[in-house]
C-alpha cells in the first residue's frame, strides 16, 4: 500500500471529527463504567484505544479513594497485576511501546529521529489498517517541535518516525465524537496535567472517566477494546505499573505472570495479523481470556 493511500485512509478515518468538549463536572459523567455486556460481533476488525498515563506504581492507583474510576474499571477488566515498565525515564518506554524497541533512547532529549525503523504504524498501513495518535495539548496536527504548553514531545513516539505520515499525529481535538471513525488503532496521550505527570491522581482519574468511558461503552457491543497502561512508576527498580485491557470479548478480572509494554504491543500485532516487532517477539502476549 502507498503512502498517499495511508495518508488518505488516515484523514478519512478523522472525518467529521469534532472538538474535544469542555471539561465537565464528575457529577456530569458517570461515575463508573458499566458492567460489560454480552460481546456482539461487528461488520470488520474491530477498534483498539491504547490510553497512557504517568508516573504512577500500581499501589498508588488500586484500592486509591482518589482514582474511582479506575478501580471500577479495574472491576470490569482484565488487570495485569505484575506488569512494568520497561525502562526509565518516559520516553524509551513509549518507543518500546510503539515500535518493539527503545531505539537506543535512554534519556527524554529532544528530537529523536528514529528514521524509517518498523514501527506498529507501518505495519498497520501495510496490512491495509490505519493509525493515529491524538495528544492533548499538540497545537496543529503533524507538529514536530520538542514541547508547547502542556504537551512534551517524549510521549508521542509516532513523531519521531519518517515512515508514519503527519496525518496520523493528531492533537486530541481532532477525536471523533463517532467512534466508529476512529482508525483501527488509536493511541491517546493526555497532557502533562492530565496524564498524572505533573498533577495528582485524581486529576487523571476524572480525565479517564469523562474522555474515555464514553470509548468503552461502544467498544463493548463493537468488537473493540480499550487499554490503559502506563508509562512507568515513579522511579523505583520494579517498575510496577497498572495496566489493563477491557471492551468486547475480555474476561475480567486480575492476571498473574510477568508483562511490559512489549506485551501490549505484542496483543495488539498478534490481534491484527501482524508479525511482532523487535522485543514483541519475545514477549508474552496479555491472556484476555481465564
Same mark, same amino acid.
Given at each position: 500500500m502507498?503512502k498517499?493511500?495511508?495518508?488518505?485512509?488516515?484523514?478519512?478515518?478523522?472525518?467529521g471529527?469534532?472538538?474535544?468538549?469542555?471539561?465537565s463536572?464528575? $457529577? +456530569?459523567v458517570p461515575?463508573?463504567? /458499566?458492567? =460489560?455486556?454480552s @460481546?456482539a460481533s461487528? *461488520?470488520?476488525p474491530?477498534? #483498539?484505544v491504547?490510553?497512557?498515563f504517568?508516573?504512577k506504581a500500581?499501589?498508588?492507583l488500586?484500592?486509591?479513594s482518589?482514582?474511582?474510576?479506575l478501580?471500577?474499571l479495574m472491576?470490569?477488566?482484565?488487570?495485569?497485576?505484575?506488569?512494568?515498565?520497561v525502562?526509565?525515564p518516559?520516553q524509551?518506554?513509549?518507543?518500546a511501546?510503539?515500535?518493539?524497541?527503545t531505539?537506543?533512547v535512554?534519556?527524554?532529549?529532544?528530537p529523536?529521529?528514529?528514521g524509517?525503523?518498523?514501527?506498529?504504524?507501518?505495519?498497520?498501513?501495510?496490512a491495509?489498517h490505519?493509525?493515529?495518535?491524538?495528544?492533548?495539548?499538540l497545537?496543529?496536527?503533524?507538529?514536530?517541535?520538542c514541547?508547547?504548553?502542556?504537551?512534551?514531545a517524549?510521549?508521542?513516539?509516532?513523531?519521531d518516525?519518517d515512515?508514519v505520515?503527519? $496525518? +496520523?499525529?493528531?492533537?486530541?481535538? /481532532?477525536w =471523533?465524537?463517532? @467512534?466508529?471513525?476512529? *482508525?483501527?488503532?488509536?493511541? #491517546?496521550?493526555?497532557?502533562?496535567c492530565?496524564?498524572?505527570h505533573?498533577?495528582?491522581?485524581?486529576?487523571?482519574d476524572?480525565?479517564?472517566?469523562e474522555?474515555?468511558?464514553?470509548?468503552?461503552?461502544?467498544a463493548?457491543?463493537?468488537?473493540?477494546w480499550?487499554?490503559?497502561?502506563?508509562?512507568?512508576?515513579?522511579?523505583?527498580?520494579?517498575?510496577?505499573i497498572?495496566t489493563?485491557?477491557?471492551?468486547?470479548?475480555?474476561?475480567?478480572?486480575?492476571?498473574?505472570?510477568?508483562v511490559?509494554?512489549?506485551?501490549?504491543?505484542?496483543?495488539?500485532?498478534d490481534?491484527?495479523?501482524?508479525?511482532?516487532l523487535?522485543?514483541?517477539?519475545?514477549?508474552t502476549?496479555?491472556?484476555?481470556?481465564?
Open positions: 502507498s498517499a493511500w495511508f495518508h488518505i485512509a488516515a484523514v478519512l478515518a478523522l472525518a471529527c469534532t472538538a474535544s468538549p469542555a471539561p463536572s464528575p $457529577a +456530569a461515575s463508573s463504567p /458499566a458492567a =460489560p455486556p @460481546p461487528s *461488520p470488520g474491530g477498534h #483498539v491504547v490510553a497512557v504517568e508516573n500500581y499501589q498508588q488500586a484500592g486509591s482518589k482514582a474511582p474510576y478501580n471500577a472491576a470490569r477488566a482484565a488487570v495485569f497485576t505484575d506488569a512494568h515498565g525502562a526509565h518516559s524509551p518506554n513509549y518507543l511501546l510503539f515500535s518493539g524497541s531505539q537506543g535512554t534519556d527524554d532529549h529532544c529523536v529521529r528514529a524509517a525503523a518498523p514501527n506498529l504504524a507501518q505495519q498497520l498501513q501495510a491495509g490505519t493509525f493515529a495518535g491524538y495528544s492533548e495539548g497545537p496543529a496536527p503533524g507538529y514536530r517541535g514541547s508547547t504548553g502542556r504537551y512534551a517524549k510521549h508521542n513516539p509516532w513523531a518516525f515512515n505520515p503527519a $496525518a +496520523a499525529n493528531q492533537p486530541y481535538t /481532532a =471523533p465524537a463517532d @467512534p466508529a471513525r476512529l *482508525p483501527t488503532v488509536a493511541f #491517546v496521550i493526555p497532557d502533562l492530565d496524564d498524572m505533573d498533577c495528582g491522581v485524581a486529576t487523571g476524572a480525565w479517564a472517566r474522555h474515555l468511558d464514553p470509548y468503552l461503552r461502544w463493548d457491543t463493537h468488537d473493540s480499550l487499554v490503559v497502561t502506563f508509562d512507568e512508576d515513579e522511579g523505583t527498580s520494579g517498575n510496577r497498572l489493563l485491557v477491557a471492551g468486547a470479548g475480555v474476561t475480567p478480572g486480575p492476571r498473574a505472570g510477568t511490559d509494554h512489549y506485551s501490549v504491543l505484542r496483543s495488539i500485532e490481534r491484527y495479523g501482524l508479525a511482532p523487535g522485543r514483541a517477539a519475545d514477549a502476549p496479555l491472556p484476555l481470556h481465564a
